[in-house]
């Protein structure tokens, strides 16, 4: 069971449906480039997650989850441009966040979606934004980088070299699923820690970006898959 299951889900719900206006409050709004989708997105994230750690007594992780990422943002559009990609098949969104990748490809018509993250507020969350995108989405907060993603036919990771520990384990993942024939796609934005040798791109967007801390308002984002051993 997650641990999302109670308490978070309850508190998030909690958030949602608590009238009111302003930086600290969630909105289920259109994501900017994916308006097919609708999220709940924090107008700013950062104050969000103060009032949340304040109202707690604890810390929190960083709500990842209320942001639309550029790499999401493009890896969503990419399915929903490219419906063939996903439908009938096995999908495992990593590192999910907000569910943004999981809820387009069910838009597609796959045959089953999991949506995993460590943090049980982006699993929470993911299941609220599933919800309000009339789609079925499993989720599982297990950490799966160890593993070959068991059953999955299709691995989408939006956004996820964004350190250098997490690029590390993350590229092992993606070549161990790809190595046992699964297809596997990458949305990134040129965060700095993917391994370009490794993986080539399919195509590039300009994207809207909803991102804290981020200059430009619009970011240039690839869309990727593992280069095939020998290439
Ligand atoms: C930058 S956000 C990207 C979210 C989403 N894929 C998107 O593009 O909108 C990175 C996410 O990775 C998650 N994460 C970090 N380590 C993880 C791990 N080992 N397994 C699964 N998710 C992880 C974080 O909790 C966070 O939600």
Do not use: C
């Not at 599933?130 to 059953?151: F, P, Q, S």
């Not at 691995?155 to 384990?169: E, I, K, Q, T």
């Amino acid at each position: 069971m997650d641990r999302a299951d109670g308490e978070v889900v309850a508190a998030l719900r909690r958030e949602i449906r608590t009238p009111g206006h302003g930086l600290d409050r969630l909105r289920l709004v259109p994501t900017p480039f994916v308006p097919e989708v609708r999220l709940h997105l924090a107008d700013d994230p950062i104050v969000w997650w103060a009032r949340m750690e304040a109202a707690a007594g604890h810390r929190l992780p960083a709500p990842y989850w209320a942001s639309a990422w550029a790499g999401g943002q493009a890896l969503a559009r990419y399915l929903l441009d490219h419906p063939q990609l996903a439908a009938g098949r096995r999908v495992l969104d990593l590192a999910t966040g907000s569910g943004l990748v999981a809820i387009a490809a069910a838009l597609t018509g796959a045959a089953r979606v999991r949506a995993n993250d460590i943090d049980p507020y982006a699993v929470a969350a993911t299941r609220l934004n599933a919800h309000a995108n009339r789609v079925t989405v499993e989720t599982t907060d297990l950490d799966l980088l160890d593993t070959d993603g068991g059953d999955a036919d299709l691995l989408l990771a939006g956004d996820v070299f964004y350190s250098p520990p997490m690029a590390d384990r993350v590229l092992s993942f993606l070549e161990r699923v790809a190595a046992r024939g699964a297809d596997v796609l990458v949305g990134d934005p040129g965060r700095g820690h993917l391994p370009a040798g490794r993986l080539e791109v399919l195509t590039a967007y300009r994207v809207p970006t909803t991102e804290p801390a981020v200059g430009s308002p619009v970011r240039t984002v690839r869309v990727l898959r593992p280069r095939p051993p020998g290439r």
